[in-house]
């Protein structure tokens, strides 16, 4: 994978290019009537769904909490509250996910986030070699190592995704 110039690109990519961290550029065209921004990303890439992560913020009596999860499932928030030492965690408003990462929603990176925010990564990202998340804005997606974007994110691991009902 390619490193890209750091004097380029959005926040999540100067952010992983900074840390010198590897990854992939998958640009994609944006259907704006998209349901799923997660599975339009994976079907405009041909790339699995399972492979292609969501992130989601929450709001716990401890902060904002992050949450990146198969775009194939949903958030368990008991799970993530409990990841994070919180008593209960609820969907964060996304005007409030939006002034406190600095990307809009649908285009919302775990990676360089204008705060940052106490990172989970769901388990199941240890299953493939590299992983897809946001790269920052609608319609483009970065690839890497499911252990580069814990680095990246200062996150942990654990079981926060579940399926749709």
Do not use: C, N
């Not at 900074?18 to 998958?26: C, E, M, N, Y």
């Not at 041909?46 to 992050?66: M, S, Y």
């Not at 997606?141 to 200062?154: G, N, Q, V």
């Amino acid at each position: 994978m390619a490193k890209p110039k750091a004097s380029a690109g959005t926040p999540a990519t100067v952010a992983l290019t900074v840390a010198g961290l590897p990854f992939s550029l998958h640009p994609y065209e944006h259907d704006p009537a998209a349901a799923s921004y997660g599975l339009e990303a994976a079907e405009a890439l041909g790339v699995e769904p399972d492979r292609v992560f969501k992130t989601l913020l929450a709001d716990t009596e401890l902060g904002l909490v992050v949450g990146v999860v198969p775009v194939t499932g949903l958030l368990d928030l008991k799970a993530l509250a409990a990841a994070v030492g919180a008593k209960r965690a609820g969907m964060a408003d996304p005007a409030l996910a939006e002034r406190r990462t600095g990307y809009v929603v649908g285009g919302i990176s775990p990676i360089g986030q204008k705060t940052r925010h106490v990172t989970v990564v769901d388990e199941t990202a240890q299953l493939f070699e590299t992983v897809f998340v946001s790269g920052g804005k609608r319609g483009l997606d970065i690839e890497l190592a499911p252990d580069d974007l814990l680095r990246a994110t200062e996150g942990t691991y654990a079981a926060i995704a579940k399926e749709t009902a």
